[in-house]
């Protein structure tokens, strides 16, 4: 259903890249989620109140905070599409990872406020009223709310939205907490025990991890996460198939929104072509990375010496006492300078983040005695490289 709404209310829906498009799959994700969430209040909140459940007026209000969610899906979808200006040069991208943040806020509240209920009611319990109905009208909006995180999910997937994938998380946490109402239903009518609160504090716990678990992925995409394995890969393979690029580093990705990516790389490259020769290669590999991929590049060039014997010497005999060292370990950016009584070489080294300053300091020595007791003149300047 939600694909024929799609091709219906979205024009030139497949084409997902497009800022105005995007922002029209999050205003039909926003508008549906408000209508069906102030049905679902309305009905739980009623029936809660006359059978003196605590879990469906909690469940009630669920959905109520779930129609605030709503409504900022629809409004983080419109901030995050303005186009950059002044103060923001980059664009409004990143407004939809605040707002999922401010959703993961409210499910966190959610949580909090079931727990807090579902205690007062393990400690005054009170008798639930059975009726068949309500358990029909339950199921039903397990349905919708099953129906809320497919599409949810489906449309945050198709056009990379953090903010409707945490949408969906929220329509998720929403059958877990139905659910459990239903279940303590069933057991007090049943079995004569009454788990309403106790039912209703495992669904708390799980919405609070839900919350927990949205709020630090939008976080570390804040702070500054690593790209994706499959975009440095892509790069990589465009890299590594031009004719004239004998190898790449320090591949940084920034990431301003969802498919808004500016990015810089440092490429090897023969140090006998002229500048002008290397400019129009690194121009022409620009221009496809964006092409291809979207990505806006910015590619330095690090010349290399490809047939100098002593510079390939002196690099394989630290390549090979850095691999000795530790297998995870390389070496970019290799050169020499060469005097009378001294030779220089000056390379990046690649460790692991986790690595202390005081094992860098190791691994420095270690490698610098080991150089000097092939040639006593070598001197090794290390620069400590994290992997890109």
Known sequence: MIKLLIKKLIPDYQKTHLPDVRKKYGFLAGVLG?????????????????????????????????????????????????????????????????VSLIISALIFAVGFELA?????????????????ALVVFLSFSILLKIWMFSYNRYMGKLINSKLLKT??????????????????????????????????????????????????EVIDILIGSPPSPELVTMIGDIL???????????????????????ASVHVEVPDHLSVVKIHETIDLTEMKIHEDLGVDIVIHMDPI?????????????????????????????????????????????????????????HVAEKINKEVKELDGRIRCFIRFDNPS
């Not at 959905?63 to 995050?80: E, H, Q, R, V, Y």
């Not at 807090?116 to 068949?132: D, G, M, Q, W």
């Open 34 to 98: 408000i209508a069906i969430n102030l049905i679902l209040f309305s009905a739980k909140l009623f029936i809660g109140l006359a059978m003196h459940s605590i879990a469906i007026i909690s469940d009630a209000f669920n959905n109520l905070t779930d129609t605030s969610s709503s409504l900022f899906a629809i409004i983080g979808a419109k901030l995050a599409t303005k186009k950059p200006d002044k103060e923001h040069p980059f664009g409004h991208g990143r407004i939809e990872y605040i």
């Open 116 to 132: 807090r209920t579902s205690l007062a009611k393990i400690i005054n319990p009170e008798k639930i009223v059975f009726n068949p």
């Open 167 to 216: 949408a969906a998380t929220d329509s998720l946490n929403d059958v877990f907490a139905t659910s459990a109402v239903i279940v303590s239903t069933l057991i007090s009518y049943y079995l004569n025990i009454n788990a309403d609160g106790y039912i209703g504090m495992v669904v708390s716990l799980i919405i609070l991890k839900s919350g927990f678990d949205t709020a630090k």
């Open 240 to 262: 590594s198939n031009v004719d004239g690029i004998y190898g790449f580093h320090d591949l940084v990705v920034h990431e301003y929104g969802p498919g808004n990516f500016i």
């Open 305 to 361: 010496s490809l047939n100098d014997e002593k510079t390939n010497k002196y690099k394989n005999i630290v390549n090979e006492l850095v691999k000795n060292i530790n297998p995870e370990f390389s070496i970019h950016d290799f050169r020499i300078t060469d005097g009378e009584n001294r030779v220089n070489l000056l390379f990046d080294l690649v460790v692991p983040f986790n690595m202390s300053s005081k094992e860098k300091t």
